[in-house]
């Protein structure tokens, strides 16, 4: 993607090389000179003479001439992307360097070596070799060798996508490259500069930069340094909207790109040169070039080149209404980018260490007086960075508790010290935790599991172990008990700490947990049958009315219970209805565009009269499991139909969205339960959207397809919702009769690479329209999400940003005339 600068340290044109007074000596430091320039421009003739000096300097016994020929030589290797066999002929030309005694060729060498290795991927090693070029070169007062050392830091800083720190690094070589008068040197980094300018975005910036020095460029005759400034002149061209100029350069640079042979910029001009095309509409010649891309990157593993045209083939196929080509390349551009992605990370980790040394060294040879403070400095800084990487592999990100693999190291430690005194293994599972996440949000939900996280620190001694498996689960180590009894003791004192209401985001909660004991060695003698005891534990706590502790008592049946308190769930459900017991919340849907409230989903709650506000994750997989969703379903249609006809008065055309779940939409009388809501409230059927997941719709494909078909001759919506979590999709939507596309949640909030998320969900958007489907995005819960939707054309949204479910006196108050609709300015 850049130009390192391999070239060996060459004497000025005209001065011997070594005082060998023959003619084949002159022959050879001809044959070099006239190499040198050869390296970058012309590497296949660079090879000839570099090979005929080769075998002069081995005749002549010149060890110093031998190693600048085969450093040169593995440079033509490298810039012809043939890094193994660069490697195998540096390898030789080290060898006659240290024959040589020459420390300057030596820099030369290794140098070229860290550019190899870098190249391969291997960036430790690569680091490595540019240490110990820039030692040399400033031991030996090498100026050159350390501003080309300096240069492919820059380097390693862009591969790395550290695009700031690289064009400060690039302006500061190029200052150093001008002051010694290095025209190739000024290139090289010139053209690096042009390369940082794209990725940090200042597309006009690398343009003025790259047309001062493209004539430059083409008076030294570096064909290698053209191609790669010409190259990344394209898409800046693109990004400015100068796509037939990008298009017509590209054509014009392919032949210079193959003449030189590097296979990986060949794949790089296709691929922009197909992003030209698509935009002006010239979409077969566009596939030609992609498609050439492709595979002139996958023969040569450019993986980044791969990536790049995965990308504008995914956005091509979208162009042409191609969909399920188009979800195929972006699932491909997915699994390479998440690859490359922890590739990246794994580099970075690979160079912290040697990054700092690199920087040490330069600052050395600025100010010498300065070397053994900085040297103190970086080593600290490299011990903390050491102890940070550290703390993160046995810590938990979010509370700072041990995590779950540092937790089980430290148990299995205690069981194998074998000590006489027992210890203690506690399970603590909070209760009704997911009613927080739920009514008040994850961000609420994150925090009180910081605040739970400082309760249970300091409810426990500070020998002690506590640790967060995940979720709102966690577990206690309690080391050195002087009895049994005293786990169940701290246990108690846990529970007493939970007691303590927390003042969390604004709002005042208490929570309470479950806890299971297991003490060693009485309760087990291994790590595995110590957690599952306490496990165990905290689920019979659980079954016991939560807020508990129980200690593992062994049993005729060891195994896991059901989930807790399963039969009297079943049990209270079956009168809930009776008692009227259930209730509906209303989450409010606006359209993106004019923030407009448009309709209503309509969301189950449990009022138990003693649990207090269940959300239907306690309870509708037992509800499915017992069928008792049917008469429940069949209200929760009644009372929403009923509760969207009351509103029609004051907000004519809202539409109110109910789930159905896959045992209700498979019944044969469920059209019927339709029908029969819609006559007794008075709703009009348009007004009825009908949620269907995406996993229900894809069990029975043919009978769903005929189900959704009767219902929308009633009249009523169809949306497909938590769309993209499944396997069908593509499928799905070209079977199914359906109106309407719900994004699942995940896409908004769990992206690793923000700009892949943003093409995923477009692609999505502009799918469905394709289809003539509206789009609705759930869970937006910040301002950058909602701006995302607006820019990418989604129809309509919803999520806590917006406005939380709420009961239908207060979703009520969202009800305002048409002009003044938008969510409350407090929530945003």
């Given at each position: 993607?850049s130009?390192p600068?391999p070239?060996?340290?060459?004497p000025?044109?005209?001065a011997?090389?070594?005082?060998v007074?023959?003619?084949?000596?002159?022959?050879?430091?001809?044959l070099?000179?006239?190499?040198?320039?050869l390296?970058v421009?012309?590497?296949?003739?660079?090879?000839?003479?570099l090979?005929?000096?080769?075998?002069l300097?081995?005749a002549?016994?010149?060890?110093?001439?031998?190693?600048?020929?085969?450093?040169?030589?593995?440079?033509?290797?490298?810039?012809?992307?043939?890094?193994?066999?660069?490697?195998?002929?540096?390898?030789?030309?080290q060898?006659?360097?240290?024959?040589?005694?020459?420390?300057r060729?030596t820099?030369r060498?290794l140098n070229?070596?860290?550019?190899?290795?870098?190249?391969?991927?291997?960036?430790g090693?690569?680091?490595?070799?540019?240490?110990?070029?820039?030692?040399?070169?400033?031991a030996?007062?090498?100026?050159d060798g350390?501003?080309?050392a300096?240069?492919?830091v820059?380097?390693?800083?862009?591969?790395?996508?550290e695009?700031?720190l690289?064009?400060?690094?690039?302006?500061e070589?190029?200052?150093?490259?001008?002051?010694?008068?290095?025209?190739?040197?000024?290139?090289?980094?010139?053209?690096?500069?042009?390369?940082?300018y794209y990725?940090v975005?200042?597309?006009?910036?690398?343009?003025?930069l790259g047309?001062?020095?493209?004539?430059v460029?083409?008076?030294?005759?570096?064909?290698?340094?053209?191609?790669?400034?010409?190259?990344?002149?394209?898409p800046?061209?693109?990004?400015?909207?100068?796509?037939?100029?990008a298009?017509?350069?590209?054509?014009d640079?392919?032949p210079?790109?193959?003449?030189?042979?590097d296979?990986?910029?060949v794949a790089?001009?296709?691929?922009?040169?197909?992003?030209a095309?698509?935009?002006?509409?010239?979409?077969?010649?566009a596939?030609?070039?992609?498609?050439?891309?492709?595979?002139e990157?996958?023969q040569?593993?450019a993986?980044?080149?791969e990536?790049?045209?995965?990308?504008?083939l995914?956005?091509?196929?979208?162009?042409?209404?191609?969909?399920?080509?188009?979800?195929?390349r972006l699932?491909?551009?997915?699994?390479?980018?998440?690859t490359?992605?922890?590739?990246?990370?794994?580099?970075k980790?690979?160079?912290?260490?040697a990054?700092?040394?690199v920087?040490?060294?330069r600052?050395?040879?600025?100010?010498?007086?300065?070397?053994?403070?900085?040297?103190t400095?970086?080593?600290t800084?490299?011990?903390?960075?050491?102890e940070?990487?550290?703390y993160?592999?046995?810590?938990d990100?979010?509370?700072?508790?041990?995590n779950?693999?540092?937790f089980q190291?430290?148990?299995?430690r205690?069981?194998?010290a074998?000590?006489?005194?027992?210890?203690?293994?506690?399970?603590i599972d909070l209760?009704r935790?997911k009613?927080v996440?739920?009514?008040?949000?994850?961000e609420?939900?994150d925090?009180?599991?910081k605040?739970?996280a400082?309760?249970l620190r300091g409810?426990?001694r500070s020998?002690?172990?506590v640790?967060?498996?995940?979720?709102?689960?966690?577990?206690?180590?309690l080391?050195?008990?002087?009895?049994p009894?005293?786990?169940e003791?701290?246990?108690?004192k846990?529970l007493?700490?939970?007691?303590?209401?927390?003042?969390?985001c604004?709002h005042?909660?208490?929570?309470t947990?479950?806890?299971g004991?297991?003490?060693a060695?009485?309760?087990?003698?291994d790590?595995?049958?110590l957690?599952?005891?306490a496990?165990l534990?905290?689920?019979r706590?659980?079954?016991?009315g939560k807020?508990?502790v129980?200690?593992?008592?062994?049993?005729p049946d060891?195994?896991f219970?059901?989930p807790?308190?399963?039969?009297?769930v079943?049990r209270?459900?079956?009168?809930?209805?009776?008692r009227?017991?259930?209730?509906l919340?209303?989450?409010?849907?606006?359209?993106v565009?004019?923030?407009?409230?448009?309709g209503?989903?309509?969301?189950?709650r449990?009022?138990?009269p003693?649990?207090?506000?269940l959300?239907?994750?306690?309870?509708l997989g037992?509800?499915e499991?017992s069928?008792?969703?049917?008469p429940?379903?069949?209200?929760?249609?009644?009372e929403?139909?009923?509760q969207?006809a009351a509103w029609?008065?004051?907000?004519?055309?809202?539409?109110?969205?109910v789930?159905?779940s896959?045992?209700q939409?498979?019944?044969p009388?469920?059209?019927?339960?339709?029908?029969?809501a819609?006559?007794?409230?008075?709703?009009?059927?348009?007004?009825?959207?009908?949620?269907?997941?995406e996993?229900a719709?894809?069990?029975?494909p043919?009978?769903?397809?005929?189900q959704l078909?009767?219902?929308r001759?009633?009249?009523?919506?169809?949306?497909?919702?938590?769309?993209?979590?499944?396997?069908?999709?593509?499928?799905?939507?070209h079977?199914?009769p359906?109106?309407?596309?719900?994004?699942?949640?995940s896409f908004?909030?769990?992206?690793?690479?923000?700009?892949?998320?943003r093409?995923?969900?477009?692609?999505m958007?502009?799918?469905?329209?394709?289809?003539n489907l509206?789009?609705?995005?759930?869970?937006?819960?910040?301002?950058q999400?909602?701006?995302?939707l607006?820019?990418?054309?989604?129809?309509?949204?919803?999520g806590?940003?917006?406005?939380?479910?709420?009961?239908?006196?207060?979703?009520?108050?969202l009800?305002?005339?048409p002009?003044?609709?938008?969510?409350?300015?407090?929530?945003?």
């Amino acid at each position: 993607m850049s130009t390192p600068d391999p070239r060996p340290d060459l004497p000025p044109q005209g001065a011997p090389l070594d005082p060998v007074p023959s003619r084949a000596a002159a022959r050879l430091r001809d044959l070099l000179q006239l190499a040198e320039p050869l390296v970058v421009s012309d590497a296949e003739q660079a090879e000839a003479a570099l090979r005929e000096a080769q075998k002069l300097a081995g005749a002549l016994g010149d060890a110093r001439s031998e190693a600048l020929a085969l450093t040169l030589l593995g440079a033509t290797f490298f810039f012809r992307s043939q890094y193994p066999t660069a490697l195998q002929v540096l390898g030789q030309a080290q060898a006659a360097a240290t024959r040589a005694q020459d420390d300057r060729v030596t820099a030369r060498v290794l140098n070229n070596l860290g550019n190899c290795e870098v190249a391969l991927g291997n960036y430790g090693e690569g680091m490595e070799y540019y240490q110990q070029s820039l030692r040399l070169a400033q031991a030996c007062g090498d100026e050159d060798g350390r501003t080309r050392a300096l240069s492919n830091v820059g380097l390693i800083h862009l591969e790395l996508g550290e695009h700031e720190l690289a064009l400060e690094v690039f302006q500061e070589v190029l200052a150093l490259a001008e002051e010694a008068q290095d025209a190739l040197s000024q290139s090289s980094s010139t053209i690096n500069l042009v390369l940082s300018y794209y990725h940090v975005g200042r597309y006009a910036d690398a343009l003025t930069l790259g047309a001062a020095h493209l004539p430059v460029v083409r008076a030294l005759g570096v064909r290698q340094h053209e191609v790669v400034l010409r190259a990344w002149l394209l898409p800046c061209l693109i990004q400015t909207g100068q796509a037939g100029d990008a298009a017509r350069q590209a054509e014009d640079l392919l032949p210079l790109a193959q003449a030189v042979d590097d296979r990986e910029y060949v794949a790089y001009i296709r691929a922009f040169y197909g992003q030209a095309l698509t935009q002006l509409g010239r979409l077969d010649a566009a596939q030609e070039q992609l498609l050439l891309a492709l595979a002139e990157a996958q023969q040569h593993g450019a993986r980044l080149s791969e990536r790049t045209v995965l990308q504008h083939l995914s956005e091509l196929h979208a162009a042409r209404g191609e969909w399920q080509q188009a979800y195929e390349r972006l699932q491909a551009y997915e699994a390479l980018n998440r690859t490359l992605h922890a590739e990246a990370v794994a580099r970075k980790a690979q160079v912290m260490g040697a990054q700092m040394q690199v920087e040490i060294l330069r600052r050395e040879a600025d100010a010498e007086r300065r070397r053994s403070a900085e040297l103190t400095q970086a080593n600290t800084a490299l011990q903390a960075a050491q102890e940070a990487l550290s703390y993160r592999a046995t810590h938990d990100a979010l509370t700072g508790l041990a995590n779950r693999a540092h937790f089980q190291a430290e148990l299995e430690r205690a069981v194998q010290a074998a000590s006489p005194a027992p210890f203690g293994v506690l399970f603590i599972d909070l209760d009704r935790f997911k009613q927080v996440n739920d009514t008040l949000g994850h961000e609420v939900g994150d925090e009180l599991l910081k605040a739970v996280a400082g309760q249970l620190r300091g409810a426990v001694r500070s020998g002690d172990l506590v640790a967060r498996m995940g979720g709102d689960e966690f577990t206690i180590l309690l080391r050195s008990l002087r009895e049994p009894r005293d786990a169940e003791r701290v246990a108690h004192k846990i529970l007493n700490a939970l007691a303590q209401p927390l003042l969390v985001c604004g709002h005042t909660l208490q929570v309470t947990g479950s806890i299971g004991v297991a003490v060693a060695p009485r309760d087990g003698q291994d790590v595995g049958t110590l957690q599952k005891h306490a496990d165990l534990a905290m689920y019979r706590a659980k079954q016991g009315g939560k807020n508990g502790v129980r200690t593992f008592q062994p049993g005729p049946d060891e195994a896991f219970p059901q989930p807790p308190g399963h039969l009297e769930v079943e049990r209270d459900l079956r009168g809930a209805l009776v008692r009227g017991e259930f209730v509906l919340h209303y989450q409010g849907q606006y359209d993106v565009r004019t923030q407009a409230l448009t309709g209503f989903e309509a969301l189950l709650r449990w009022q138990h009269p003693t649990q207090g506000l269940l959300p239907p994750g306690e309870f509708l997989g037992i509800a499915e499991d017992s069928q008792l969703i049917l008469p429940v379903g069949a209200w929760v249609l009644r009372e929403a139909c009923g509760q969207a006809a009351a509103w029609q008065t004051r907000a004519p055309g809202l539409t109110i969205s109910v789930n159905v779940s896959a045992l209700q939409f498979e019944q044969p009388g469920f059209l019927t339960t339709v029908q029969q809501a819609l006559e007794a409230s008075g709703l009009a059927p348009q007004h009825l959207i009908l949620e269907l997941t995406e996993q229900a719709a894809a069990r029975h494909p043919e009978a769903t397809a005929q189900q959704l078909a009767r219902l929308r001759g009633l009249g009523v919506q169809i949306a497909l919702d938590d769309f993209g979590t499944g396997q069908s999709s593509l499928s799905l939507l070209h079977q199914l009769p359906i109106d309407l596309l719900k994004i699942d949640r995940s896409f908004l909030q769990a992206a690793p690479d923000p700009e892949a998320n943003r093409v995923f969900i477009g692609v999505m958007i502009t799918l469905a329209h394709g289809l003539n489907l509206l789009v609705t995005a759930e869970g937006v819960e910040t301002s950058q999400q909602r701006a995302l939707l607006g820019e990418l054309g989604c129809d309509s949204m919803q999520g806590f940003l917006l406005t939380r479910p709420l009961p239908a006196a207060e979703a009520e108050g969202l009800l305002m005339p048409p002009a003044a609709s938008a969510p409350p300015a407090s929530l945003n």
